[in-house]
């Protein structure tokens, strides 16, 4: 037995590199009402359990398909797209993690917005990929001329942004592509709660990289399903450098049998933003602060309170929400819609505590 | 709409690198007897199918735990270990991923064997580290001297190894890490069969890393989940440098069961290693040459018939077994070890092309 050598054999960049740190889960999460990592509070498909099921048999023996083949397709006829245009990662922090890895040098240079998906700066350090922060506006708008002052090789942005919920237009993005030199990673993970989504600029401009998951709109993060839309020597690029068999077979079923039920998707969106508006309404009846959001989380403060304390008010009673560290959102509390219960049960206890 | 620019957004790794191919997996696999990829030829047990169908419910809404508890403890108390000892990707691919990706400094040096499994000198090049290739003596076993020569970074060894199915005794591998400084690899894909290791070392060494498969011994390849068993600080920097949930919860529920069901496990064991000593004893009766096998898979040529002959000629009659090219393994073909079905139309096929 040798004494532990302190991370002796990491390499420089993982030593140096901050850890992401997930959304708090609880063990034994049905005592919390879970509001904090922007899950989606209904269930998935019956299609996609049935799906499952049934493909819970013998040829589990066999690897899965390489190319995720039957989900492209289905992706491709569910959003009007071309099979040869789109990846399927095991969740889209995947495509994020092969995109660094195989599209920027060395030397490269990234940009990200800042409050964003810390995600991105984190996966940077992994990869030993420099990069800067473009602050967002006062308003949290993008400040898309921000990625344009330096020569940067890679820029991701979230669209809806995450945590703020604010959404930049398909034609501020197109403009700002006539000028972009590098590679722009539009993260759509909340895209379908509203719209609006750029994935039609993969036509348009050959540097572009649109990604969608199936975690929140879906109802499926358990499943780890995601995908990037992209001119057809990107898609070859990542599937050259993805390890051979990244989506497992289940997935693969469950994430077909979805994008075949368009009807309970259509419903599941529905109820979740009927849900998110009416959450608007009783926060703003009560004084707080929204910043407007075209996802499935609001992004809210009060001026009665920290939200420092009032993350650990709810907390207290059994209600997680989000509180970030950092400048600007620290100020603020990320709240993910739930079920209308869920937003009742929050309601009431955010007006005994700023006293409403 | 741009032209396609010939994949100017790859990074000059991802260029260079050579592609992987993985066996071939012909649509409407139902055709043919596929001895190719040394997939396990029984069904997974019956436990694994009933939790995976349980699994598919409304959590599915919900992240899976990003440290894979469950499956941690599971397989610490089937092999006896430690759970902290223990980490879970989504294959042992995206383990050797991992470890290139963070414990090799980008200007450090691998050493691989040859022939071997011709992955790692792939996830080398898609991760800029170089590395050299260390060849078997001529009776297939490992010139372990051979990754003493230089002052190697890294080294990955297959044991027992693929393609030729041949095995380092424990004893030599201690030996070894004796003098070795790097980090060692010892990819277990396929040690369940006949048993034999090297686990405990990891124990003694604090560089050493030992992976392990669900994919050949658990009939498994379709639900993607692969072991590293290494001293603690490396488990934590696995850990570190690791997608956020790079496990799916259904993975999850299959895994945890099989590892609970040691009767299914070990009868599926014997039923393997049965089927392999029949082939052997059928091909060596044909006067083929057999490299000794302690893997799911045998290494075997022909005096009267070049192996890629061989290999044309019987998928000509729906047969698939492995043919590589390169040096030295080019000369025989792997044949994966099927049912006693699937066998024995093998063995008359064969009899058939060499005249035996």
Known sequence: M??????????TRLKNAAEYVPGEQPQGP????????????????????????????????????PTAHAIRVAYAAAKGLNPDNIFVGNGSDEIFTLILRGFVEPDGVAAFPYPSYALYGT???MNGIRY???SLSADFSYDM?????????????????????TYCEVDDIRSFMRKFKGLLVVDEAYIDFYGGSAADLTDEFSNIIVTHSMSKSYSLAGLRIGFAVAPEDIIRGLMKIKDSYNVNMLAAAGAVA?????????????????????LEESLAAMGFDLVPSRANFIF??????????????????KILVRHFTGPVQSDYVRISVGTMLEIKALAKEIAVIVGA
């Not at 040798?2 to 390499?11: D, F, G, I, M, V």
């Open 2 to 11: 040798t004494k532990s050598n302190e991370e002796k054999y990491w390499n």
């Open 30 to 65: 049905e005592g919390y009402i879970k509001l904090n990592t922007n899950e989606n509070p209904f269930p998935p498909s019956k299609a996609v359990l049935e799906a499952i099921r049934a493909a819970a048999n013998d040829s589990l023996k066999r690897y899965p398909d």
């Open 123 to 125: 996966l940077a350090q």
């Open 132 to 134: 800067d922060t473009v």
């Open 145 to 165: 001329a921000g990625f344009l002052k330096k020569k940067y090789d890679l820029a991701i942005i979230a669209n809806p942004n995450n945590p703020t919920g």
């Open 258 to 278: 979805a994008l075949k039920d368009a009807k309970g998707f259509n419903y599941n969106i529905k109820m979740v933003v009927n849900n998110k508006e009416y």
């Open 300 to 317: 809210v403060k009060h001026p009665a309170i920290t939200s420092r304390e009032l993350y650990g008010k709810l907390k207290e009673r």
